[in-house]
């Protein structure tokens, strides 16, 4: 079965850090494009910065680009997103998801596969 399972959100305070992962099972993860989206309360979900484990692409949001970098280690099966600088802004619930497929400035879900996604870890930015 294939599964997608995030960790290491958190509490953190403005200007803070955080990493997040998202470990992957039963399927190739080294042909996939993975991406991390967000929701927040009230809001519509938001796709934050995808990768593609085929040739090294990444995308960003425009909200996120530069205090965020996303990485890949085939290894271990694991996507990570590493967060600093961040605002009260980024407060969401982040999932991980594949496959995704990355375009010119964009990046989304792959409509042609059956989706996955993780379960979820909550980040939280205080003021």
């Known amino acids: 079965e294939a599964q997608l399972a995030e960790s290491g959100g958190g509490l953190v305070q403005a200007g803070g850090s955080l990493r997040l992962s998202c470990a992957a099972s039963g399927f190739p993860f080294d042909r996939y494009a993975i991406g991390w989206f967000r929701q927040a309360p009230g809001k519509g979900r938001e796709g934050v910065s995808c990768?593609?484990?085929?040739?090294?692409?990444?995308y960003y949001a425009d909200s996120v680009r530069g205090r965020f970098t996303i990485s890949s280690d085939t290894a271990k099966n694991t996507v990570y997103l590493q967060m600093i600088g961040l605002k009260p802004e980024d407060t969401a619930v982040y999932y991980c998801?594949?496959?995704?497929?990355?375009?010119?400035?964009?990046?989304?879900?792959?409509?042609?596969?059956?989706?996955?996604w993780g379960q979820g870890t909550l980040v939280t930015v205080s003021s």
């Open positions: 998801a594949a496959p995704v497929v990355l375009g010119p400035g964009t990046c989304d879900l792959d409509q042609r596969y059956l989706e996955i």
């Open positions: 990768f593609s484990n085929n040739d090294g692409r990444t």
